[in-house]
T-cell receptor, first 109, second 113 residues
Framework: GQNIDQPTEMTATEGAIVQINCTYQ??????LFWYQQHAGEAPTFLSY??LDGLEEKGRFSSFLSRSKGYSYLLLKELQMKDSASYLC??????????WGAGTKLIIKP | DAMVIQNPRYQVTQFGKPVTLSCSQT?????MYWYQQKSSQAPKLLFH???????NEADTPDNFQSRRPNTSFCFLDIRSPGLGDAAMYLC????????????FGPGTRLTVT
């Protein structure tokens, strides 16, 4: 079956750095996505990786290793507004998005 | 601003009473998706349209139907809601199925009493 694993919850301190990991097993691979979802709101797109390596976008970076079926989202200079769930999703060989259940990130002052 | 709009934001219905959720988009995207998301769970794709071509996920219950009368609008009909259908329903769009980004509406939170 197809599976996306990410930690259920993480806690970090304002101003610090946090890394949210995602491992996947899917039938084929056509890109990996990270979305941010605040409580009660819709997901918003953060990043997309299709080749191995690091993609940097401001305070957020996303890394992909296709051979390891692994990605991480790195958040720097954490702000209270970064408290949200972070969803990892992989597009399989049929271009279907397979979603993880999300990692709830709690930021403490 | 171009966007994806869902109405209503909150919907309460009674057990077994049909309900329709609506989604509209001003992005002129070809593809529209309906997802069901329960608390602390991954979004679950119910179906999607590529233009007028309807694609139903294999495990989407028959209780769920969809209509797309034109490019801008898409409806989700739940014929006989059960307590287990209480969830957030998310509409999303993309230019095509291999587009790297889906644009989500704010969602409709459905409560079944």
């Amino acid at each position: 079956g197809q599976n996306i694993d990410q930690p259920t919850e993480m806690t970090a301190t304002e101003g610090a750095i946090v890394q949210i990991n995602c491992t996947y097993q899917t039938s084929g691979f056509n890109g990996l996505f990270w979305y941010q979802q605040h409580a009660g709101e819709a997901p918003t797109f953060l990043s997309y990786n299709v080749l191995d390596g690091l993609e940097e976008k401001g305070r957020f970076s996303s890394f992909l290793s296709r051979s390891k079926g692994y990605s991480y989202l790195l958040l720097k200079e954490l702000q209270m507004k970064d408290s949200a769930s972070y969803l990892c999703a992989v597009r399989d060989s049929n271009y279907q998005l397979i979603w993880g259940a999300g990692t709830k990130l709690i930021i403490k002052p | 601003d171009a966007m994806v709009i869902q109405n209503p934001r909150y919907q309460v219905t009674q057990f077994g009473k049909p309900v329709t959720l609506s989604c509209s988009q001003t992005l002129n995207h070809n593809v529209m998706y309906w997802y069901q998301q329960k608390s602390s769970q991954a979004p679950k794709l119910l179906f999607h349209y590529y233009d007028k071509d309807f694609n139903n996920e294999a495990d989407t219950p028959d209780n769920f139907q969809s209509r797309r009368p034109n490019t801008s609008f898409c409806f989700l009909d739940i014929r006989s809601p059960g307590l287990g259908d209480a969830a957030m329903y998310l509409c999303a769009t993309s230019t095509r199925t291999d587009d790297y980004e889906q644009y989500f509406g704010p969602g409709t939170r459905l409560t079944v009493t």
